[in-house]
């Protein structure tokens, strides 16, 4: 446990994000392995094929509540197939989902009354305007008129709608539907938040509401499941990680293989010259430096190394004045994993 912080004092890094990994679940006992009665998402054993294709073909894993976790894959891993399960609009072939202790194969009712779904597209309704929508969807979900009438104003504030709040929704910018999407995953105080690519299409001041959002929400006791390929916003926003690949969760030797794979380090120093002449002279390998502009990137195996180099090339009077990895843990990983399947 950390210890608090002293007043004053600078704020703590945030944590890497905890990868789960579905083989420290015992095989002899898979449900010892995740608790069906927890609260959050929980996936157990999760199949489901169209044909002879196996989309979902083992997922297990717990998305846990308080935490943002990101669902991170290739092309065709089964993401949006375990999505549309969670969301209840998919039975699955077998194993089982719970959503906020929910079953959604058995009470889909109660998974939608827990649950806010963003999907990566808008869908229908484009000649209804956002308040009219939002009202809708408030009233879908049981609200009386007057309190889906206050809950879409307050929506519509929060997604900086104002002045497209009566207009067609079709004319709305990518960016805009997107903020849409998300009040309207939230019109009914969902626990738990199912977002597909939710940063898609938002300019940077969106983003960093979003985040905030999806910070706030989790604090308060949330679940937040992400699924992105956009893996520097997921490293800024997650602190969980769930990486599939051909339908089944990555865990074990691979993913740990991949979580040592070397990172690149991002160097600038005001001196180009002298930073590539210490490189050398310091004996880092050609093959580990790329050079763009006046930045070296430096694949370095450990962060024990990195120490190592930015101390020497300090000694050697080298004036750094930046040095930081390139890429985040979610990113490095999934490199890693991309990296091992090729
Ligand atoms: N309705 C369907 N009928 C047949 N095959 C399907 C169907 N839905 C998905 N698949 C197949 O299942 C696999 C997983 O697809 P899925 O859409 O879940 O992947 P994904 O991880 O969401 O991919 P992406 O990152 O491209 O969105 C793919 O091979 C896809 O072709």
């Not at 990868?19 to 679940?25: E, L, N, R, T």
């Not at 010892?32 to 044909?51: E, H, K, M, N, Y």
């Not at 196996?54 to 991170?72: C, D, E, S, Y």
């Not at 005001?270 to 093959?287: E, H, N, W």
Request: proline share 7%; hydrophobic share 45%; aromatic share 4%.
């Amino acid at each position: 446990m950390s210890a608090p912080a002293s007043p004053g004092a600078p704020e703590p890094l945030p944590a890497s994000p905890v990868f789960v990994d579905p083989v420290a679940i015992d095989p002899a006992r898979p449900h010892d392995g995740v608790d069906l009665a927890a609260d959050g998402i929980v996936v157990d054993g999760l199949r489901r094929s169209f044909g002879g294709v196996h989309a979902v073909r083992a997922m297990t894993f717990h998305a846990k509540p308080g935490r943002v976790t990101g669902l991170i894959g290739p092309n065709g891993a089964g993401k949006t197939t375990l999505m549309l399960m969670l969301a209840s609009l998919l039975a699955p072939d077998a194993g089982a989902i719970r959503v906020a202790g929910a079953d959604p194969v058995r009470d889909p009712r109660a998974v939608r009354r827990a649950m806010g779904w963003m999907p990566d597209v808008l869908g229908t309704w484009r000649t209804l305007s956002p308040r009219q929508i939002l009202v809708t969807v408030g009233r879908l979900h049981g609200l009386p008129e007057r309190v889906a009438r206050d809950r879409a104003d307050e929506l519509i504030v929060q997604a900086r709608l104002e002045e497209l709040a009566n207009r067609p929704s079709r004319v709305l910018s990518r960016g805009q539907q997107q903020r849409l999407g998300l009040a309207r995953a939230l019109v009914h105080r969902p626990r738990v938040l199912l977002l597909d690519e939710p940063a898609a299409g938002l300019d940077p001041t969106s983003r960093l509401e979003l985040r905030e959002l999806l910070r706030g929400f989790a604090t308060a006791g949330g679940t937040v499941l992400i699924s992105s390929h956009d893996l520097s916003e997921l490293d800024e926003i997650a602190q969980d990680a769930v990486f599939v690949d051909r339908g089944e969760v990555v865990g074990g030797e691979r993913l740990v293989l991949a979580r040592q794979a070397a990172r690149e380090w991002r160097v600038r120093a005001l001196d180009p010259r002298a930073l590539s002449y210490q490189l050398a002279s310091i004996g880092v390998a050609f093959d580990r430096v790329r050079l763009e502009g006046d930045v070296a990137l430096i694949a370095l195996d450990r962060e024990e190394h990195a120490a190592d180099l930015l101390q020497r090339l300090v000694a050697a009077g080298v004036p750094i004045v930046h040095f930081a990895p390139a890429v985040g843990d979610i990113e490095r990983t999934y490199l890693g994993l991309a990296g091992g399947r090729r």
